[in-house]
């Protein structure tokens, strides 16, 4: 057994399968209890059991575990593992019977004579079958009065007739003897003849099998890397085991990204390539052609082997069981994802290129897949070809799918020439893997690749490079150790620079059109998440010149949210129309950041209801173009809607989720917000003990980084929860903690969440005047006027502040707020 251990991006990446116990087999609890119903039965009954399954599903492992089960019972087994080179008569029982060599002579002579011969241990007439099989079972069962006995016969289908003929016959007639017969055999193979046994299918290992096999095994995938296997394995043991060796360290790390196609290990490419390699040279060209098509349209098939193939030379293709031309829907399907794999590895270079050039002529009508099978043909540097990759990526970026655009930036670097270009391709890869793909490990490679394509001749990064560059930086480095004000800093020179004019040497019109826009648009989302959790009033001040200087249309909402963040219970109130007109004009197909800039600024006016369906339309999206922090702000979201509106177990399925994709992705930074919804719903229902498990980790990235909104989402966790456990003074404690009595903390969303604890803690501790002063505060700051949800907090603690004269009629009018209805909880 070999481990190569590898340290990739501080993480330890096995290389290697490691032999394991069989009792450590993933997912196999059905199939292990088919099989442990034969061994648990076999001291009294006899009986056989075929598992079929296709190869590399792991039946071989389910025969191990079978040995170590009949073993651990006091239940002798002979093994054989026929292999396709031994065709001998005989072969397969010779291997099996050996061990019982010594057992011959209690045979009556025909049976012993017969036996020897057939099995090539002694000279002697050849016998006729029935005679041999005979011999067999009356040795197995000679051999079984001392012991039940179980025979396990692997890789049924290279059996050699004779023995399988002489086997089937014993499987017959086992009832009643301790000898049971446990084979296994890959479906689709021919065998010597049908057996008519109890047969069980191996089905492939489920997604959540597959994904615990592989993330065990090779802890060191990234989550994408991973989760891509997954689907192309399609829960072959085998492929799961053997794509992760297949890729390159950086790839497994997740710092390069994965070829379109995967390639093949050598194991792998021995079990999937030959039937392919056995195709006639016209099949194979067509199923490359169908590989690189991606979507097997025959019509662009046909066309682009027109001349010199017809599609019907596939028929030996679909024969060999390899893929299927569907003709309702006119496509070829693979038969499954690695025989893509193993077409792509046994194609020469020059015929992939070719394949890519033929499908780009008949491609005219759509340039960005036309674009890609041009530089799928680009040996060299080609820069009308990077210009169109780059244009792909841009529409890939604004339809949602940032990891083809990530995949088109990259080629698109590789194939310009030179010049500036490459680096600022690498810095929006960069860009777009720190903040919508989650990939940190990625964008910091990409991020030293751009800077490096930025020195020398190339000179720096343009203007539109460099900032997305520096979010990028921002982000890798407030998910690692860095604290809120580095990153502030960092990123409000960054923005700075931009805003003063373009650097020596970059373009002349940096503040021009689309450019400038996307530039500023890439930072300014980052800069206001970095002033939020910080949670200081002065920190917004960078923030709102540049947005200043963005022409109003071109926000996106970003004032809006700012306008409820920085210091929501004074400016709250002056943007809601506006907010509830962008809601309400929020079109279907939104891109996720305008949805989740709008959605964040209605989280703190308590308006996501009208954002729900824009939210889940996000989280969907995510799943096919990789949009993983999307995904996570959106669960966050539709996870604090659940909580306010009274639907607490979906909003915890909904944080789970979130609080997930942050660990797997390792996104620190995100993960507090998550953990807060969590938290919350766990001190709602006086949880305590799991509340403090999610509010630790909170702490312990917060403190050290002066991540100001966090700590206070903490006291805002724990003062409900002391509420709820009736103990006020804490709860006084925790919710003066956000605000102090008798004045609203701006530039802290908590302090209006938790005006009703404080002025209920402060009653109940007999603190009247500071209970009457909160209750002024709030009044006098509005805040009663940014939702319902908030009005009714804010009537209920004038009433619970009253003397108890005037509290009846309070608690009334408070109960009379209209619209307060959806707001149940409270
Ligand atoms: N459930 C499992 N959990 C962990 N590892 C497994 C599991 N099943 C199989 N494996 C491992 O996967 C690999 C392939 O499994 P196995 O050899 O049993 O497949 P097979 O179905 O017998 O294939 P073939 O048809 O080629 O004989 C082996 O390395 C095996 O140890
Ligand atoms: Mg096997």
């Not at 196609?261 to 490359?288: G, I, K, T």
């Not at 920085?566 to 709250?572: C, E, G, T, V």
């Not at 109130?573 to 996720?592: F, M, Q, W, Y």
């Not at 312990?700 to 909104?709: E, K, M, Q, S, Y």
Request: with cysteine; aromatic share 4%.
């Amino acid at each position: 057994m070999t481990v190569t251990v590898t340290e990739v991006a501080g993480r330890v990446f096995p290389l290697r399968d490691r032999a394991r116990r069989p009792s450590e087999l993933a997912g196999r609890d059905r199939d292990l209890t088919v099989i442990g119903e034969l061994i648990a039965g076999l001291p009294a009954q006899g009986g056989a059991l075929l598992l079929s399954g296709e190869a590399g599903v792991g039946k071989s492992a389910l025969l191990n575990a079978a040995e170590e089960r009949a073993a651990t019972a006091g239940i002798r087994v002979l093994r054989a593992a026929c292999a396709p080179f031994e065709c001998e008569s005989f072969s397969g029982l010779n291997q099996l019977l050996l061990p019982l060599s010594g057992e011959l002579d209690h045979l009556n002579d025909l049976h012993r004579s017969a036996l020897n011969a057939a099995l090539g241990l002694g000279d002697g007439p050849a016998r006729d079958r029935l005679v041999i099989s005979s011999a067999v079972l009356a040795l197995l069962t000679g051999v079984a009065a001392g012991g039940p006995l179980l025979l396990i016969i692997d890789n049924w289908q290279w059996l050699d007739q004779a023995s399988a003929l002489v086997l089937g016959f014993v499987a017959r007639r086992l009832s009643g003897r301790p000898v049971g017969l446990l084979a296994a055999r890959r479906s689709g193979s021919p065998v010597p003849f049908e057996l008519d046994l109890p047969g069980h299918e191996v089905p492939p290992l489920s997604d959540d099998a597959a994904t615990r096999l592989v993330t065990a095994r090779f802890p060191g995938l990234a989550p994408s890397v991973r989760r891509r296997i997954v689907t192309e394995a399609r829960g072959n043991t085998l492929a799961l085991l053997e794509l992760p060796v297949a890729l390159s360290d950086q790839q497994g790390a997740g710092l390069a990204p994965l070829p379109a196609v995967l390639p093949l290990s050598p194991r792998l490419r021995a079990l999937w390539s030959p039937p392919v390699a056995a195709l006639p040279a016209a099949a194979r060209y067509l199923l490359l052609l169908a590989v690189l098509e991606g979507t097997g349209s025959l019509s662009v098939l046909r066309a682009a082997a027109a001349g010199q193939y017809d599609i019907d030379d596939l028929a030996c293709a679909e024969h060999a069981g390899l893929a299927h031309v569907d003709a309702a829907t006119s496509r070829v399907n693979f038969a499954h994802p690695l025989i893509r794999s193993a077409v792509m590895s046994g194609s020469a270079s020059g015929d992939v290129r070719r394949a890519h050039r033929a499908l780009a002529a008949r491609l005219g009508d759509q340039p960005g897949r036309r674009a890609w099978h041009l530089a799928g043909a680009a040996i060299e540097p080609d820069e009308a070809v990077a210009g169109q990759l780059e244009r792909l990526a841009r529409q890939a970026r604004d339809r949602g799918d940032a990891s083809q655009a990530v995949t088109a930036l990259l080629r698109a670097a590789q194939l310009s020439p030179g010049g500036r270009a490459p680096g600022r391709l690498l810095a929006e890869a960069a860009y777009l893997s720190a903040t919508v793909t989650g990939e940190l490990p990625l964008a910091a490679r990409l991020l030293a690749d751009a800077r490096r394509a930025a020195v020398g001749p190339a000179g720096p990064l343009e203007p539109d490079g460099a900032l997305p560059a520096e979010v990028a930086n921002a982000c890798v480095l407030l998910n690692g150790g860095a604290d809120i004000d580095t990153v502030h800093r960092l990123l409000t020179a960054a923005v700075g620079a931009w805003s003063a004019g373009p650097p020596a040497g970059g373009t002349a019109e940096p503040h021009g059109g689309e450019t400038a826009l996307t530039a500023l648009n890439a930072a300014l989302p980052t800069l206001l998440a970095v002033c939020a959790a910080g949670g200081r009033p002065e920190l917004w001040a960078p923030f709102d010149a540049a947005l200043a200087r963005l022409d109003p249309a071109d926000r996106a909402g970003l004032d809006l949210l700012a306008g409820t963040s920085a210091d929501p219970a004074r400016s709250a109130v002056g943007v809601l129309g506006r907010l509830d007109a962008a809601i309400a004009g929020l079109p279907r197909a939104a891109d996720h950041w305008r949805v989740l800039i709008l959605a964040a600024a209605a989280a703190r006016t308590d308006r996501l209801a009208g954002c729900r369906e824009a939210l889940r339309q996000v989280t969907r999206q995510a799943r096919e173009g990789g949009a993983v922090l999307p995904a996570i702000s959106a669960l966050t979201l539709l996870s604090q809607d659940g909580f306010r509106t009274g639907d607490w177990d979906e909003a915890r399925r909904l944080g789970e989720e979130s609080l997930r994709a942050c660990q797997s992705h390792g996104q620190p930074a995100h993960e507090w917000l998550a953990r807060e919804q969590l938290a919350m719903i766990a001190a709602a229902r006086g949880e305590d003990g799991l509340m403090r498990e999610l509010t630790g980790p909170m702490l312990r990235w917060a403190l050290p980084r002066g991540a100001v909104a966090a700590r206070m989402a903490v006291h805002r966790v724990g003062s409900l929860a002391a509420c709820g456990r009736g103990d006020f003074a804490e709860a006084y404690r925790e919710a003066a903690a956000i605000s102090p009595p008798g004045a609203l903390a701006s530039h802290v969303p908590h302090a209006l969440e938790t005006v009703l604890d404080l002025v209920e803690a402060a009653v109940r501790t007999g603190r009247p005047r500071e209970a009457e002063a909160h209750v002024a505060a709030a009044r006098a700051a509005g805040i009663a006027a940014i939702s319902p949800r908030l009005a009714l907090l804010v009537a209920a603690s004038a009433a619970l502040a009253a003397p108890a004269s005037q509290a009846g009629p309070l608690f009334e009018r408070a109960l009379g707020i209209g619209g307060a209805d959806p707001w149940a909880v409270e």
